[in-house]
């Protein structure tokens, strides 16, 4: 089993960034796709970007291309988003979740975070 914790969300002023941390507890950190989805109040849980088992090989939704970057850490067992030029639309709960493969939908990831708040005011 792995356990995720979420951290780095906060308030921050449209145009601002934000890195948010995802540590992952266990050692089979490297044998996982690592994903970042996000969820704002009423709407359905999106994906915002995933990232390979050794990090080569990156995958950004269209609304965060450009802006988002996803990397990791396989020796400190995190997977992190730079998230920078936020819009107001970015506002959202982010969770980090663990999957086989690398896939845009929620029910292939099998382990998440207990999600960290991102509000970005206009």
């Known amino acids: 089993q792995v356990q995720l914790v979420e951290s780095g969300g906060g308030l921050v002023q449209a145009g601002g960034s934000l890195r948010l941390s995802c540590a992952a507890s266990g050692r089979t950190f490297s044998s996982y796709v690592m994903g970042w989805f996000r969820q704002a109040p009423g709407k359905e849980r999106e994906f915002v970007a995933a990232?390979?088992?050794?990090?080569?090989?990156?995958y950004y939704a269209d609304s965060v291309k450009g802006r988002f970057t996803i990397s990791r850490d396989n020796a400190k067992n995190t997977v992190y988003l730079q998230m920078n030029s936020l819009k107001p639309d970015d506002t959202a709960v982010y969770y980090c979740?663990?999957?086989?493969?690398?896939?845009?939908?929620?029910?292939?990831?099998?382990?998440w975070g207990q999600g960290t708040q991102v509000t970005v005011s206009s």
């Open positions: 990232i390979s088992r050794y990090g080569p090989s990156t």
């Open positions: 979740a663990t999957a086989r493969l690398i896939s845009t939908n929620p029910p292939a990831y099998d382990y």
